[in-house]
């Protein structure tokens, strides 16, 4: 079961100074590029995700499944991952049963050890900074608190919701990815 808080930030330097200066350590930074995939019967749109993740070590096949907890600050939902040999070949098997790719999302990472969780800052196309974390409800209050954060500042949605919400907010089409290059063509925050 995966729970999460994602709170949305506007600088990420000052949280980061705290961790270090908490005894936290910087652990990794990356790029991913993910991709979600539908099988055209409303399976994305259910709060169903499946998705294949490059950037990281290995690639990477996830899916969560719809949240079971509407808690409105923390997002807690069954997710099942495995690594993949062959993220190309992962493709072709989830297009032959059906499933076809629907949506791509980008970001920057920087991950810290703190506290005995790990603190992750998403830079996301469009969206901005976020810090999310995935620990049990109580070990997030006591370590937002500590990085001057709380869980009442959570959000219970996911990227794809909040890109959904940002691009009807701002006018764009429903088929503009969650991608830098888009980004890049169509304007910034």
Do not use: W
Not at 12 to 27: D, Y
Not at 61 to 85: I, Y
Not at 103 to 114: A, D, G, L, M, P
């Amino acid at each position: 079961m995966e729970v999460e808080i994602k709170i949305k930030i506007e600088d990420p330097n000052p949280i980061k100074e705290k961790i270090l200066a908490g005894g936290g350590k910087k652990t990794e930074e990356g790029f991913q590029h993910d991709v979600y995939y539908d099988d055209g019967k409303g399976f994305f749109k259910s709060g169903n995700t499946l998705r294949i993740r490059t950037g990281t070590n290995k690639p990477l096949l996830t899916s969560k499944q719809c949240p079971v907890d509407h808690n409105e600050h923390v997002l807690s939902r069954p997710e099942f991952q495995t690594e993949l040999e062959d993220a190309d070949a992962m493709d072709k098997i989830l297009q032959s049963i059906g499933f076809k790719p629907h949506v791509v999302k980008e970001k920057k990472y920087e991950n810290y050890e703190f506290d005995g969780v790990i603190v992750e800052f998403h830079n996301l196309p469009f969206l901005g900074d976020f810090i999310e974390i995935e620990a049990p409800e109580e070990e997030l209050k006591e370590v937002l608190p500590k990085i001057g954060l709380s869980v009442e500042m959570g959000l219970s949605k996911g990227y794809d919701r909040l890109f959904d919400e940002y691009k009807k907010e701002h006018n764009l089409a429903s088929e503009v990815q969650d991608s830098f290059d888009e980004e890049k063509k169509y304007g910034t925050r």
